[in-house]
């Protein structure tokens, strides 16, 4: 059995540990609010824009709103953006995106990365990352911008026929699931009563100047808006998954000190009672 040093040893070093989780937790909290705010935010932007290209590709023609990012190609070469943490301490987050990466993409897909944790799974399986890229947080549109604008010159340079985002949809603080969506070429949503519409029939909509002008105006947008908001997802999932790893790891060290201290209560009561039983022993030694 353990000494009472050692329990006590074991008790502090366990609080500690306590005090760090549930800092880490706050930290989390205070993060996960505007993060979550920031991707709630961008989903109705991306409903309106997906609304347009729904319009513009249910009343006009291939011929009339032909565009570089709409070309469908029938190579296999694809190149993925996959969205990870910079740290760890937040569930299997990052597990199960790269799950989802093995089961969806093709095995000699080409990488871009963003967050330091898959970049090293992915170096450590000899994978091939072209460019690394690092995000700040809160997620300025600037960085999506650059990482869009790299993706989209390989895709029009025709160095891909297709191109992928891996990241983590944000649900809610307790559901995160990972997902993998086709960025490229763009492929107009279908038209449903969920995802929004523009104001108005969509069958009598106006385009001015013209469809193909407000498409080649509207493309490079939203690809840049569908990088913007996967990081959104992915920075809310990351805050949401490590307050809740952080709040379960604080439950647990309470729970162990509770432990502890009974053991070291144990302890102690022997001790004493052992130490009665001497006293008392030599007590009647002595009669």
Same mark, same amino acid.
Do not use: W
């Given at each position: 059995? #353990?000494?009472?040093?050692?329990?006590?040893?074991? $008790?502090?070093?366990?609080?500690?540990? *306590?005090? &760090?989780?549930?800092?880490?937790?706050?930290?989390?909290?205070?993060?996960? @609010?505007?993060?979550?705010?920031?991707?709630?935010?961008?989903?109705?932007?991306?409903?309106?824009?997906?609304?347009?290209? +729904?319009? $513009?590709?249910? /009343?006009?023609?291939?011929?009339?709103?032909? %565009?570089?990012?709409?070309?469908? =190609?029938?190579?296999?070469?694809?190149?993925?953006?996959?969205?990870?943490?910079?740290?760890?301490?937040?569930?299997?987050?990052?597990?199960?995106?790269?799950?989802?990466?093995?089961?969806? !993409?093709? #095995?000699?897909?080409?990488?871009?990365?963003?967050?330091?944790?898959?970049?090293?799974?992915?170096?450590? !399986?000899q994978k091939d990352i072209l460019a690394d890229y690092s995000v700040h947080d809160p997620v300025p549109f600037a960085d999506a911008r650059a990482i869009a604008a790299?993706?989209?010159?390989?895709?029009?340079?025709? @160095?891909?026929?297709?191109? +992928?985002?891996?990241?983590?949809?944000?649900? /809610? !603080?307790?559901?995160?699931?990972?997902?993998?969506?086709?960025?490229?070429?763009?492929?107009?949503?279908?038209?449903?009563?969920?995802?929004?519409?523009?104001?108005?029939?969509?069958?009598?909509?106006?385009?001015?100047?013209? *469809?193909s002008e407000v498409l080649a105006s509207i493309l490079p947008l939203y690809v840049n808006f569908q990088v913007y908001q996967a990081l959104l997802e992915s920075r809310?999932?990351? %805050?949401?998954?490590?307050?809740?790893?952080? @709040? #379960?790891?604080?439950?647990?060290?309470?729970?162990?000190?509770?432990?502890? !201290?009974?053991?070291?209560?144990?302890? =102690?009561? *022997?001790? &004493?009672?052992a130490e009665l039983l001497e006293i008392t022993t030599a007590m009647k030694a002595m009669e």
């Amino acid at each position: 059995m #353990a000494n009472l040093r050692d329990i006590r040893r074991r $008790i502090k070093s366990v609080k500690n540990t *306590a005090q &760090i989780t549930r800092a880490m937790q706050l930290v989390a909290a205070a993060k996960m @609010k505007k993060a979550q705010d920031q991707a709630m935010a961008g989903r109705d932007y991306s409903s309106q824009l997906n609304a347009v290209l +729904s319009d $513009i590709a249910a /009343n006009f023609s291939d011929e009339e709103v032909s %565009h570089p990012l709409l070309e469908v =190609r029938e190579g296999n070469r694809e190149l993925v953006l996959v969205v990870s943490t910079d740290k760890g301490l937040c569930g299997p987050l990052n597990t199960n995106v790269a799950k989802k990466l093995r089961a969806e !993409t093709s #095995a000699d897909a080409k990488y871009v990365t963003v967050g330091r944790k898959l970049r090293v799974m992915l170096e450590k !399986t000899q994978k091939d990352i072209l460019a690394d890229y690092s995000v700040h947080d809160p997620v300025p549109f600037a960085d999506a911008r650059a990482i869009a604008a790299f993706l989209t010159k390989q895709f029009v340079d025709g @160095k891909f026929d297709k191109v +992928s985002i891996a990241y983590t949809r944000f649900v /809610n !603080t307790l559901s995160q699931v990972p997902e993998v969506i086709q960025l490229l070429p763009v492929k107009p949503p279908e038209q449903s009563e969920d995802s929004g519409s523009i104001e108005g029939d969509s069958s009598d909509s106006l385009f001015e100047p013209s *469809a193909s002008e407000v498409l080649a105006s509207i493309l490079p947008l939203y690809v840049n808006f569908q990088v913007y908001q996967a990081l959104l997802e992915s920075r809310a999932t990351e %805050h949401s998954a490590r307050m809740v790893a952080m @709040k #379960a790891a604080t439950d647990n060290a309470k729970k162990f000190i509770k432990e502890l !201290t009974l053991e070291y209560n144990k302890v =102690r009561q *022997a001790a &004493i009672t052992a130490e009665l039983l001497e006293i008392t022993t030599a007590m009647k030694a002595m009669e």
